[in-house]
């Protein structure tokens, strides 16, 4: 994103909850919104103006009347500014337990980690800054021996953080799958900048696109009721002994993500939390 024009256009969700947040992400996701923020009571979603119609957007909120909230929105004309320049100010470089560091392009002179990872950050897709990417990443590092040589899946792959680090860390092939078309294309272009693209590779679809083969290992750092929904699936994709690890809920959600990976034969093994958020590590049995 450069110098163009783009809507705000802002959410009233009422009642407000972050998991009603993200349902109504979910809904408006075959709109072209480039990034949501949240800002209590409000979803905040950022369009090209060229992108927008208001029409249809009334036509997408009129298919919410069976959820259990409302919603009302406005929308603002946001001037041209340099995205770029903003994301310099805003991104700082992470470094997870010492030994994975995730930094953008412009970042120079930085002390190495074992595994260096560079994106092109771009307004729609994370960054590693979020808690539960945090985290998926600490588990993928704790789990060395799991994903060398093996083939790995990373489910809504967004950037491709993930699955750019199971490559560093010597996996024989990952697959990173995201829903947006343009992410899909980000998450290739991070992996030819972080020279793996020869060991990964990125398709648009859902879960859906996961009959094409068997994994060792799964990744999914998705919301909680996309996780419900294809947990099943991530589990007959699985091989037995696989790893399966989820992020993306909060901590009183585990108990209903561990009964759908318990039907579904996963059994979990370790968890982790920060500021509520929780990940969590299962084994097909």
């Known amino acids: 994103m450069n ?54 957007l009334k036509l997408v909120l009129s298919g919410l009347d069976s959820l259990d909230f409302r919603v009302e929105f406005s929308a603002t004309l946001i001037p041209p500014c340099n995205w770029n320049a903003v994301w310099e100010e ?35 897709f994370g960054t590693g800054h979020h808690q539960t990417t945090y985290m998926m990443c600490r588990a993928l590092l704790e789990n060395e021996s799991a994903i060398k040589g093996k083939v790995v899946m990373d489910m809504g792959c967004g950037t491709a953080i993930l699955a750019i680090l199971a490559a560093k860390m010597g996996a024989a092939h990952t697959y990173g799958i995201d829903i947006d ?38 990744l999914a750092n998705i919301n909680r009721n996309i996780l419900i929904e294809d947990i099943p699936t991530y589990a007959r994709s699985l091989k037995k002994g696989g790893l399966l690890v989820v992020s993306g809920f909060y901590v009183e959600d585990m108990p209903m993500i561990s009964g759908v990976a318990a039907n579904s034969g996963l059994e979990p093994v370790k968890s982790d939390s920060i500021d509520n958020w929780c990940c969590v590590r299962f084994v097909k049995r």
Do not use: W
């Open 3 to 56: 110098s163009q024009e783009y809507i705000e256009v802002s959410f009233r969700i009422d009642p407000f909850s972050e998991d009603n947040a993200e349902i109504l992400m979910a809904e408006l996701d075959e709109m072209p919104f480039e990034s949501f923020t949240v800002e209590e009571p409000c979803l905040k979603g950022y369009i090209p103006k060229d992108s927008y119609s208001a029409q249809m």
């Open 90 to 124: 805003q991104f700082t470089p992470i470094v997870v337990d010492g030994k994975c560091t995730v930094k953008a392009t412009f970042h120079k002179g930085l002390k190495r980690t074992r595994f260096n990872i560079t994106i092109d950050p771009k307004m729609a």
């Open 181 to 218: 078309a343009v992410a899909a294309v980000s998450a290739f272009d991070n992996a030819r900048l972080n020279r793996v693209s020869r060991h990964v590779e990125t398709y648009c679809g859902d879960a859906s696109l996961l009959q094409m083969g068997k994994y060792d290992v799964l």
